[in-house]
């Protein structure tokens, strides 16, 4: 007889799309008439005092090494933080975090959040195995972030940093639909490329009424290690001006390393394993800058 893990089984199976992730239930989930329904009411998550989303539009730019690197240095500032990995089809927040392993439940049936380096971490990725793939259609997917957007014990929280995954669909609307975000950050590089879905990503925060903190303009400049020499790989400054056209603040830009990308892949990402490199001084001033926006938008 072939066993099948509870994991493998629940990311393939179709039937029980009210609970995607198998949380054990006690009782029914409550219904709504669909006729009532109507548009979902914010809520704010239970002990976190602010939210915020960071964000590409595109994939490829950068963005989950940013969001965890933000969620580092914030931690390193006296904040209690935790950064939830909304990207259910490619997670990154257990590679970049180093953590693995299923996330035990409180007495409530909640899922408890996985720690390092101070962060309380939550991700799809810590739900199946690394190799599994996730085949679950849009409502499977929606199910399955309301679990872990109001069913995650984060404790009390001064900042929670959602990794949200590239695009402006499903996911994206249902999280600003679903919770109050005190704010989104955008990440871009300067190619035009990226920029293109860049403004989308603003615009879309915009639309539904979520302050956008600034950008990020990412892989700005790369310098040789051997010759010192400069060069502008991605494009000049693009980010920098879109974000003057939009008039949201450039809250910093960070050069191509190597450094950033090996430790990433690493587990070990930058603020940590170098605090006082430079590079570990970009993601400080950004996050610094988020900090102080978060109050400008109180």
């Given at each position: 007889?072939?066993?099948?893990?509870?994991?493998?089984?629940?990311?393939?199976?179709?039937?029980?799309?009210?609970?995607?992730?198998?949380?054990?239930?006690?009782?029914?989930?409550?219904?709504?008439?669909?006729?009532?329904?109507?548009?979902?009411?914010?809520?704010?998550?239970?002990?976190?005092?602010?939210?915020?989303?960071?964000?590409?539009?595109?994939?490829?730019?950068?963005k989950s090494t940013t969001a965890v690197n933000i969620a580092l240095a914030a931690a390193?500032?006296?904040?209690?933080?935790?950064?939830?990995?909304?990207?259910?089809?490619?997670?990154?927040?257990?590679?970049?975090?180093?953590?693995?392993?299923?996330?035990d439940l409180t007495e409530k049936d909640q899922l408890i959040p996985l720690v390092n380096?101070?962060?309380?971490?939550?991700?799809?990725?810590?739900?199946?195995?690394?190799?599994?793939?996730?085949?679950?259609?849009?409502?499977?997917?929606?199910?399955?972030?309301?679990?872990?957007?109001?069913?995650?014990?984060?404790?009390?929280?001064?900042?929670?940093?959602?990794?949200?995954?590239?695009?402006?669909?499903?996911?994206?609307?249902?999280?600003?639909?679903?919770?109050?975000?005190?704010?989104?950050?955008?990440?871009?590089?300067?190619?035009?490329?990226?920029?293109?879905?860049?403004?989308?990503?603003?615009?879309?925060?915009?639309?539904?009424?979520?302050?956008?903190?600034?950008?990020?303009?990412?892989?700005?400049?790369?310098?040789?290690?051997?010759?010192?020499?400069?060069?502008?790989?991605?494009?000049?400054?693009?980010?920098?001006?879109?974000?003057?056209?939009?008039?949201?603040?450039?809250?910093?830009?960070?050069?191509?390393?190597?450094?950033?990308?090996?430790?990433?892949?690493?587990?070990?990402?930058?603020?940590?394993?170098?605090?006082?490199?430079?590079?570990?001084?970009?993601?400080?001033?950004?996050?610094?800058?988020?900090?102080?926006?978060?109050?400008?938008?109180?």
């Amino acid at each position: 007889m072939l066993c099948i893990s509870k994991r493998a089984f629940s990311t393939c199976r179709s039937l029980l799309h009210e609970n995607p992730l198998g949380l054990p239930r006690h009782k029914p989930a409550p219904t709504i008439p669909r006729a009532q329904r109507g548009l979902p009411k914010q809520m704010p998550i239970r002990g976190v005092k602010k939210v915020i989303a960071v964000a590409s539009g595109k994939g490829g730019v950068g963005k989950s090494t940013t969001a965890v690197n933000i969620a580092l240095a914030a931690a390193k500032m006296k904040q209690k933080v935790g950064i939830l990995d909304a990207d259910i089809f490619g997670p990154s927040i257990p590679k970049l975090m180093n953590l693995k392993g299923e996330p035990d439940l409180t007495e409530k049936d909640q899922l408890i959040p996985l720690v390092n380096y101070g962060v309380k971490c939550m991700s799809m990725g810590f739900l199946v195995d690394p190799e599994s793939p996730v085949v679950w259609r849009g409502l499977m997917v929606m199910k399955a972030l309301q679990q872990l957007l109001h069913q995650v014990d984060w404790g009390q929280l001064d900042l929670l940093v959602i990794d949200m995954p590239p695009g402006t669909g499903d996911v994206q609307l249902t999280i600003s639909q679903q919770i109050i975000l005190n704010g989104a950050v955008i990440i871009s590089t300067p190619q035009d490329i990226a920029l293109i879905d860049a403004v989308k990503g603003v615009n879309m925060f915009k639309k539904v009424n979520v302050p956008i903190l600034g950008m990020v303009q990412n892989m700005s400049i790369f310098t040789c290690p051997v010759c010192r020499h400069e060069s502008h790989i991605f494009g000049h400054d693009g980010a920098a001006q879109m974000a003057k056209e939009f008039r949201v603040p450039l809250l910093g830009d960070v050069p191509l390393h190597a450094d950033i990308c090996d430790l990433s892949d690493l587990g070990k990402p930058i603020v940590v394993s170098k605090p006082d490199s430079s590079f570990s001084n970009h993601y400080q001033t950004i996050t610094s800058n988020i900090l102080d926006r978060l109050k400008d938008v109180e």
